[in-house]
């Protein structure tokens, strides 16, 4: 059986959507390098897990690569100077969300000098400890670059004590607009399959199976030519279809097993990073380099020249945008600002927000390319379960989700939801179902947190209690104990006169 008909027969035709990849001309344009912007807005937060503590003072000169704020926890990551300069103040900034909230960050003001510091590189790391790669790459601070931004470290080092046996290399990026992953397989293949290398030797996985989708022939012929020596590095192409970049979906499509619904792909002896990551790997490992820039893909109606930069991670997104080319007519046509993909990125509030470790796409959207349809009542057409790759009942779960009944959502599966938002994008109705299982995801999350914060404080309280009637009970005993000595005292004293 061939590997399009066996993808066929495990997963049936119909789950996902094709919608039009809007991929080319950006993905064929040449990488454009940014010059370092005056100022950098560097987030505390740039990673899941806990924000990261600065380490630097206002006024102090910091070269580039520089640690400026540490990992806090066991699942954080540091961030680094990505230019020399002056940092300026460690304040409050617009986060790349679309809240339009605020949150930590360090402003670094840039001297054009672009001075590193100090690296510690190694020139074989098959010759390091996997456990000494570990700590490099938590200390280089890098984290998933294809969106996830999950500290990455902490996935290898999980890994090889899992024992997992196949690392998945997720160069599917499927979705619309983004090219930054096809842009780097064509560009860094060498490379990339380097930092895969690496990652086998650090976790012990036997094999590395690279999905790269089928719309991307120069970075599949790339990555084949890179990889061909290398027995334990196999480029697989697979089906043009979102979400196909999910990690259950391509662990799927390249292994034939399915992860269960509440497991994770370390249950099965998988792990899967994504094909930008090991190429920031390879840096961190052999060149000592942090994490201190990335591919932006930049496009949309309204971009004037859609490409691929190289940005330094801290850049405002404005900035970005004028160095590629500026909107179209002055912005006039734009419509919606997203950080990220259109499927999966996030709407933004305005543009003065910056470059994250995780941001791979900045797009400009135009009002042909944002349907500013209102939603209208469902017409139980059932596209929305055809289209769900998770074998969903998406128009159920969003009705149970309005009315608050959120143990019947979970009841549903809300909990296997993976936010693709196939279901959202082919519902006539224009029902913003993905925003409904976000929302009350994090509703969930909330609740869960809230219970744990009672717990804790109930168990404080509890424990207060405990104390205050230990100190009261040790100063009613202090207190006969020193009336008893006063006694004896007196009484030695009596004893003494008399005698
Ligand atoms: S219900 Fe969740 S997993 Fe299914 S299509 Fe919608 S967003 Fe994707
Ligand atoms: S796709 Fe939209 S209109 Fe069709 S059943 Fe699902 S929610 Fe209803």
Redesign the pocket.
């Given at each position: 059986m061939g590997f399009m008909q066996l993808f066929k027969h495990i997963l049936g035709d119909d789950w996902g959507v094709h919608p039009d990849d809007h991929k080319r001309p950006a993905a064929d344009q040449p990488v454009r390098v940014m010059p370092v912007p005056a100022k950098l807005y560097l987030p505390l937060q740039q990673h899941l897990g806990g924000a990261a503590r600065p380490v630097v003072l206002v006024g102090q000169r910091v070269r580039k690569g520089e640690l400026i704020a540490e990992a806090q926890g066991m699942v954080s990551a540091p961030v680094h100077a990505p230019s020399s300069g002056t940092i300026t103040a460690v304040t409050e900034i617009t986060a790349p969300h679309p809240s339009g909230l605020t949150l930590m960050a360090i402003i670094l003001e840039t001297d054009g000098a672009d001075e590193w510091c100090e690296l510690q590189g190694c020139d074989d790391p098959f010759l390091l400890d996997p456990a000494e790669i570990g700590k490099r790459v938590a200390a280089a601070g890098v984290v998933g670059l294809g969106g996830a931004a999950f500290p990455s470290a902490v996935k290898l080092i999980g890994a090889s004590r899992a024992k997992v046996t196949t690392l998945v290399m997720n160069g599917g990026e499927c979705e619309p607009y983004l090219s930054c992953d096809d842009r780097l397989m064509r560009d860094a293949a060498t490379g990339i399959v380097d930092g895969i290398r690496i990652m086998l030797h650090t976790t012990g996985a036997a094999i590395a199976l690279v999905g790269i989708e089928d719309n991307k022939p120069e970075a599949i012929a790339a990555m084949q030519a890179a990889a061909a020596g290398f027995d334990n590095v196999q480029i697989r192409p697979v089906p043009a279809r979102y979400p196909m970049g999910s990690e259950k979906q391509l662990i799927q499509v390249l292994t034939g097993i399915e992860v269960p619904a509440d497991g994770r792909p370390a249950d099965i002896g998988v792990i899967v990073h994504n094909v930008g990551t090991a190429l920031a790997l390879r840096a961190a490992v052999r060149e000592g380099k942090p994490l201190i820039s990335r591919l932006v893909t930049v496009n949309g109606n309204c971009a004037s020249q859609p490409g691929n930069i190289e940005v330094r991670v801290g850049t405002l997104a404005e900035e970005v945008i004028a160095f590629a080319g500026g909107l179209k007519g002055d912005g006039l046509g734009l419509a919606r600002r997203v950080m990220g993909g259109p499927m999966m990125g996030m709407q933004i509030p305005h543009w003065r927000v910056p470059v994250v470790k995780g941001t791979s796409g900045i797009l400009a959207f135009d009002t042909v390319e944002v349907s500013e349809q209102e939603p209208n009542p469902?017409?139980?057409?059932?596209?929305?379960?055809k289209a769900c790759p998770m074998g969903l009942l998406?128009?159920e779960m969003?009705a149970r989700i309005r009315n608050e009944a959120y143990t019947e959502a979970i009841g549903l599966g809300l909990k296997d939801c993976i936010a693709c938002g196939c279901?959202a994008y082919?519902?006539?109705?224009k029902?913003p179902?993905v925003q409904y299982f976000v929302h009350a995801k994090g509703e969930l999350s909330a609740q869960d947190r809230a219970k744990l914060r009672n717990d804790a404080t109930k168990k404080m309280a509890l424990q207060r209690q405990d104390r205050l009637e230990r100190e009261a009970r040790e100063k009613v005993e202090a207190a006969a104990k020193r009336k008893a000595e006063r006694a004896a005292a007196a009484a030695l004293a009596a004893q003494t006169t008399a005698g």
């Open positions: 469902c017409i139980r057409c059932g596209s929305c379960i998406p128009l969003s279901c082919v519902c006539p109705s029902i179902l």
